[in-house]
């Protein structure tokens, strides 16, 4: 079957996400004063997050509801021709 790309996209979009929002509510608001006192650490984290979120929900999604082919048995599990 493989892996599904969306599926470490989401899982490192989401980490990087729930990073930046522990950042943006723990840091300073000193730190915001030249970006007009906009936490953008804090607004990017959520964006991340729900791009994250997304993405693992499609890859769940594809990996659970798409139907699978049937496996074509083995050429060594056939009787040899005489």
């Given at each position: ?14 980490i ?17 004063v ?17 791009f ?17 082919a ?13």
């Amino acid at each position: 079957m493989g892996l599904d790309i969306r599926l470490p996209i989401g899982m490192l979009f989401t980490i990087f996400g729930i990073m930046l929002i522990a950042f943006g509510v723990f840091s300073s608001p000193a730190l915001y004063v030249q970006s007009l006192g906009i936490n953008i650490n804090l607004n990017w984290g959520v964006i991340l997050l729900i791009f994250g979120l997304i993405m693992l929900f499609l890859g769940a999604r594809a990996m659970f509801f798409t139907p699978h082919a049937p496996e074509t048995p083995s050429p060594e599990g056939r009787e040899p021709r005489h």
